[in-house]
């Protein structure tokens, strides 16, 4: 039993021990919170843990470890202080791995902490998915299911396999995710944070433990994007057993399996966790065939009580191929048409971290990481402006090369500190250092149908396109960052935040051009060469609040500037149809949070907010014409944005809620729904046909909506969404005009008609062996979500129909 007590002005501390019940040993890193306060502890590894500040009387405790029982528990502390042991159950590893993870939280969606490891998240709107307690299709990464919990994202839907992740919202492109700062375990994870934002690999739904998202305000600690934070939080080695291993095996629809296989385990000081998974299918339109592999190692060492060591390895590639984009008339008469049986894609993506978690004392911790890609991806095929026009294997195709090599460090400490009696707070600051090199080619492929990488000479046969660059694109990046919560009482904080950010861009190569004569002989070949170099640095600032009249109810609010700078595909891509500004400046603007967020008894957990996002110097695309009457696209800085709304979520336990619940767990039933309700306009453009109008990708209405039941070891969900009309570019412009020639229609910018989805899927688990079953697009709705520029395109690219699947898996 520990000793020692004091009191300071009314205030007198608890010490404790918490033990492994059955085994006596001590449980270390466990988090002891007192309920209706701000006070929190960890033990060490004794077990050990002190609560200091604390007013004599009844107090409510909840204790909270991995890979053991959630505890609350009621204890009362003298004028003389107190202390008191604990006994935490360990966790079942069988069956009851899934009704624990429904104890620490009921429902399908949760927040972040207002601080977790060395990041601040007071006041920010956040959102928490555990793929665990979903009942859904986890085998194909279907964000539809996965992400339907959170409020106002628009999912482009174009690969059966869920190769990549596009996700936006608030009228950010949901291309790639490049408006969010996607990392893996806290690193980046994207092509080139500054220069080519975008995000060719997505870890795998059944490695994942927790997808964090947390809206603009992010940008003060991960960046200065408009789109906040997106971290997939991978899962951990198993920390109570030598080997444990885990084997899924899916089929589907159309040719789809899906192997997914980890093991994990700790020895003594050294734990590991690893994954290997191989996803193949044949697509449900024709020539969409795609093979991919992905592997995953981590690896952690607990080299003193308070310092931990970590490396992490990610590798992932796959071809596939890519059966173009479709226009208007080629959809409504057959959606699953393609006249594209040359067109390839490849990606090879290596990541690297080393990382380091030091424990200063029991309120500072410092952590360090450093990071790596070496990555490329590799586009070929034919791509005519008119995606009517038939293809020729004699002719030479488009191929684009990319490649990647970027080097990045981070350090963060926090520090929770005491302000005099009644005031206490949490400092973060920390830096980052960011070098980023891509090199970026296009030219001319080799004729024929094979996935053939190289580059040909144009002299060798006649192509659709007559443009070709090489660039190199060497990116630095310097920041310094530093966020505080001031806590006035138990129920009022506010969180002021600083980023100074330093990025130099330069780009340096050369573009040019073929010109042909009607026998197909160059006449010209004219090649300019280009350096641009472009340094600034500027400070951003934000400010969060929080109010708190109960422990279950929470008032919050949030303001932070936002930044985005200009990336190497605004500044040079050669394209038939596309017209890029010379003098693209940056984006700049804001995002706003005002919110009411909580739980009622076990019953609901709801998040009400209304949000503002303002763009200065948006980039984006409109319809214009050249001389010669051809239909073109212009990229450059299109206007001022304003964009408000109004998201929604909301939970419900169905059983609690009509008092049926028997304290058995045997019967489980929840329902849940979100909408966002936007107005999204240009408020100010030097194009008169862009004032006014709706900004792109933003639909009015974006509701979700579903229910999660159970008896016993069977689960069921089913789940509808449905997005309203919303448009492709800026001037709002109809579908594509048809022109006299029957195969002129570029279909790339237009409508993106309103559409609704069904979901269903089922689950049955025993013991060791788990059995699931999903039917995506229930109704059969023949629908699509985007109309591709380019790649993978270029014009409309169909979704995928009623699908089904059908996982099996063990656990040992």
Known sequence: MLTGTAVVAQQVSLQGRVREAGKGQPVSGCEVYVRGSRQIARTDSAGVFTL?????????????????????????????????????????????????????????????REVEGTAIFAAKKSEVIIPDNLVANLATNNARQVYSRVAGLNIWESDQGGLQLSIGGRG???????????????????????????????????????????????????????????????????????????????????????????????????????????????????????????????????????????????????LAQQPGGLSDRQFARDARQSNRARNWFDVDWNLFNLSADWKLNPRANINLTTFALVASRKSLGYRPNFVERADDDTQLRDLISGQFRNVGLEAR????????????????????????????VQGFGPAGRKADFRFVDPSEGLSSQSSYSDYRFPNYNAALFAENIFYFGEKFSLTPGLRYEYIRTRAEGSYGSVERDLANNIIASNTYREQR??????????????????????????????????????MQLANN?????????????????????????????????????????????????????????????????????????????????????????RWRWSTFGNVALIRSRYTASQNKQVVGKQVEFVPSVNLKAGMQGGFGPFKASVQFTYLSDQFSEATNAPNSPQDRLPDANSAVVGLIPAYHIWDASLLWERRWLKLEASVNNLSNTIYFTRRATGYPGPGILPSDPRSFFLTAAVKW
């Open 413 to 440: 400490y926090l520090n929770r500190y005491g302000l005099g009696d009644s005031k206490s707070g949490v400092l973060l600051v920390g830096t980052r250092l960011y070098r980023g090199y891509s090199h970026n």
């Open 52 to 112: 200091n500040r604390l007013a004599p009387g009844r107090l409510q405790l909840q204790l909270s470890s991995i890979g053991h029982e959630p505890l609350r528990t009621e204890v009362k502390v003298s004028a003389e202080g107190g202390e008191v042991d604990f006994e935490l159950t360990r966790r079942e590893r069988q069956l009851r791995e899934v009704v624990v993870a429904a104890q620490q939280t009921k429902f399908g969606q949760t927040r972040l």
């Open 172 to 318: 950010l492109d949901p291309n790639r995710t490049a408006n969010f700062n996607v990392r893996q375990n806290g690193y980046d994870i994207s092509a080139d944070a500054l220069g080519y934002p975008e995000s060719y690999y997505t870890p795998p739904t059944e490695a994942i433990k927790r997808i964090q998202l947390v809206r603009g305000a992010a940008s003060l600690q991960y960046g200065t994007q408009f789109g906040g934070l997106l971290n997939f939080e991978l899962r951990q080695p198993e920390p109570d057993k030598t080997v444990s291993v885990v084997s899924r095996q899916s089929v589907g629809s159309y040719g789809f399996f899906n192997s997914f296989n980890s093991v994990s385990g700790t020895v003594k000081k050294l734990s590991y966790y690893g994954f290997a998974q191989y996803k193949r299918g044949d697509g449900w339109r024709l020539n969409s065939h795609f093979d991919s592999k992905t592997a995953y190692a981590d690896v952690r060492y607990q080299l003193t009580e308070n310092l931990k060591l970590g490396g992490q390895f990610t590798h992932m590639d796959y």
């Open 577 to 665: 149809s596309l017209v890029i500004d010379p003098n693209l400046r940056d984006e700049r603007g804001y995002s706003a949070d005002l919110g009411l967020r909580g739980e009622q008894e076990q019953w609901l957990t709801y998040d009400l907010s209304l949000f503002a996002l303002r763009y200065n110097n948006r980039i984006g695309e409109v319809q214009t014409f050249d001389a010669n009457d051809r239909i073109l696209r212009f990229r450059g800085n299109i206007g001022r944005a304003l964009i408000l709304g109004v998201e929604s979520y909301a939970e419900v336990d169905m059983l609690q809620r009509l008092n049926l619940a028997t304290g058995s767990d």
């Open 533 to 570: 170099t472009s340094p600034r640095g500027f400070v951003i600032g934000g400010l969060g609040a929080s109010f708190k009249p109960v422990e279950q109810r929470e008032f919050y609010a949030n303001i932070s500037q936002n930044y985005r700078s200009i990336t190497f595909s605004d």
